[in-house]
């Protein structure tokens, strides 16, 4: 395959632009589908001036639009969380299920669960519960870097070993906790598990918003660093690289946004994943356009994800986590299969 | 104009002694090449110059001040270094590499485009530019990755206080390329920059060396001119083999017949 570093660039911009449109579209496709259907010039006006009939408009600002919103900048997250993980790992499959982070993440937030109870409640209760994602998510991908880290650098095969360990291990307590804890404790820690979109509020959405945003903003100060680091550590370090800064700032950034959108929305599979290796296939591993994109297109996927999960079984709604996923591993096994097609070898 | 001095030098990063009591002193423009068995500490050595693991003893001074005191990015500018084993396995187009040469620079696109044209010329890798790094050869690929540090201290006048360092550069190329990069290297030291590296063919090392440094278990065994270090007693003791030395007919350089 021949590609000049001016036709990269070029294509980078335009995939840029046409997910700045493609964005916008689906969310305003997302305001308008639902149970009650609306028309996409009913949904801007609803939305705009509060138009179009009271129900419309409340339909629109107070259900819909926290929920689309909270869709684009948690699929933003995770998307850039997942190219920023892939690139500090110098692995197209670490994504940030697989090593680690949304099980220690999940159990965070059981334990702050079972031993919060019913103190945990409104905005204070759902910080406390994303802290201690938080919390659990950094701990996880702490323990995971560790064990695969040496002084030749970090192996990745032992990485995804202690990923799945570390999963297994988080599992298990998480198991335990439900066992010895009460039923109402238990029912929340369970619905709280399968997560989805639904819960959606304001406070949700100004949470997501301050965090998702920090991630967002942040991730790209290291654009330059990632590019490096996919040499290998040592090299980047010899490019005048603070590797050690790079690594922890960026696993840093990526357990906080990884966190809170395991506590905010559940564990939402593949976004991390398949987002950041398909638009790498289109406009090459360069972070400074990678970054940006499969953040747009992340954004994008969740919101057409959940926009299908209202719509698909209407009025029931499916966990938009079994979307992702149903798009997303059939994509991902041909993506496996044809890799030696655009130069990956893993 | 000493570049690069080390002073007593030893260093145990695992707790074993990896390189005891080196001296060793390069000037702008001269080419110092390392050889020795395997496992005689060479790589060590420019690691240890590289910054990838500190010293236990002695002094390690660049550019007249102490390695350790050089801000990060700065340093960046002046050394690069080659290692042995290329790690990346992602799918960046040749330039894209040779560019990343440039990240501790703020030079421009336009300019950083340029030099990354130089260095893709001096490696003859210009044709392989466009082509995708993962999908290239064992060859091709040192020559790329020789490209992008060629790059990082390229600067089209006066290259007097930069270093490279090399780790076998030569191991995957052809006698054409292994020549096209004995001249390369000749290139970029007449405009100032020293040079250190590791080769295994002791014949290239002494053509393209000034003077040779010869490591065993981690001690500096012998050092000089070509032909002071390149004798048959020391290919007896050192490497247990034996070996005819002869006067090369170009004149300029010992020339070593193995069997």
Known sequence: MITSITQRRHRARQLLAALAVLLPVAVLTGLASGAVSLGPLQALQALLTGDGGGQAAMIVQQIRLPRVLLAAVMGATLAMSGAAMQGLFRNPLADPSLIGVTAGASLGASLLIVLGGGVLQGFVGLTLVSLGAFVGGVLAVLLVYRLASSENGTSVATMLLAGIAITALAGAVGSLLEFFTDNERLRQISLWKMGGLDGANLPRLALASVVGGSVLLALPRYALALNTLLLGESEARHLGIDVNHTKLALIGWVAVGVGTSVALVGTIAFVGLVVPHVVRLWIGPDHRYLLAASALAGATLLVVADTLSRVVLAPTELPVGIITALIGVPFFISLLRQRHHYGMQT | ?259
């Open chain 2, 1 to 259: 104009m000493t570049v690069l001095a080390l002073d007593g030098v030893s260093a145990a990063p695992w707790d074993e002694p990896l390189l005891v009591d080196i001296r060793l002193q390069v000037s702008a423009g001269e080419v110092v090449a390392l050889i020795g068995p395997n496992g005689a500490g060479k790589s060590s050595l420019l690691r240890l110059i590289a910054g990838d693991f500190s010293a236990s003893a002695g002094t390690l001074a660049f550019g007249g001040q102490p390695l350790a005191d050089w801000p990060r990015r700065e340093l960046a500018q002046h050394l690069a270094f080659l290692p042995q084993l290329s790690l990346l396995n992602f799918p960046y187009t040749v330039e894209e590499v040779v560019l990343l040469g440039r990240t501790p620079h703020a030079t421009g696109a336009r300019a950083d485009r340029e030099i990354a044209h130089h260095a893709l010329v001096a490696t003859d890798t210009l044709g392989l530019r466009n082509r995708l790094y993962t999908q290239l050869s064992g060859g091709e690929r040192q020559r790329v990755q020789l490209a992008r540090v060629f790059a990082q201290i390229w600067d089209s006048g006066d290259m007097a206080g930069k270093l490279l360092l090399l780790d076998e550069p030569t191991a995957a190329l052809d006698l054409a390329h292994q020549q096209q990069l004995a001249g390369a290297i000749a290139g970029i030291a007449e405009r100032g920059c020293a040079v250190l590296l590791v080769v295994h063919d002791v014949n290239l090392a002494a053509a393209v060396g000034n003077r040779l440094l010869v490591l065993d278990r981690g001690r500096q065994v012998a050092s000089g001119t070509p032909a002071e270090v390149l004798t048959a007693a020391l290919f007896r003791d050192l490497f247990h083999a034996e070996v005819l030395v002869q006067q090369h007919p170009n004149g300029r350089q010992p020339l070593v017949i193995g069997l």
